[in-house]
């Protein structure tokens, strides 16, 4: 938490608390990933820069997809890394495989 009570690093979310942290937050991140995927290990700085440089308007969760099965299973995710982005608690946007930051920030701020 940075020192005004926004999030500045992405939070740990679970198939358990996934429903409840797309809906706390008027805009939310979701990064499925994998500790073996070698390019959900090459996106993770940009997520993490990001969650900082957005801090306060954007949050950012990181999905274990190894461990939590059911989330991945109900968006229909083949492929990781994959970054879910939710406006309002609904799913609004999806960005596949390891790009650019600057294409993830693009996506993000067209549903700000």
């Known amino acids: 938490m940075a020192g005004n ?6 939070v740990v979310v679970t ?3 996934f429903k409840e942290t797309i809906r706390k937050y008027p805009v939310v991140v979701v990064d499925c990933w994998a500790g073996w995927c070698q390019p959900c290990r ?7 820069q990001l969650a ?3 801090s306060g308007k954007v949050v950012f969760g990181k999905l274990d997809v190894d461990a939590n099965a ?19 608690g609904e799913h609004v946007d999806t960005i596949i495989g390891a790009v650019p930051k600057s ?3 693009d996506a993000i701020e067209r549903h700000m």
């Open 5 to 10: 009570g926004t999030l500045d690093k992405p």
């Open 70 to 88: 059911v989330t991945p299973a109900e968006y229909g995710i083949m492929s990781i890394p994959t970054l879910l982005i939710f406006k309002g």
């Open 52 to 54: 900082r440089e957005m």
């Open 15 to 17: 198939d358990d608390s």
């Open 103 to 105: 294409m993830i920030k």
């Open 42 to 48: 090459m996106i993770a700085p940009s997520v993490e």
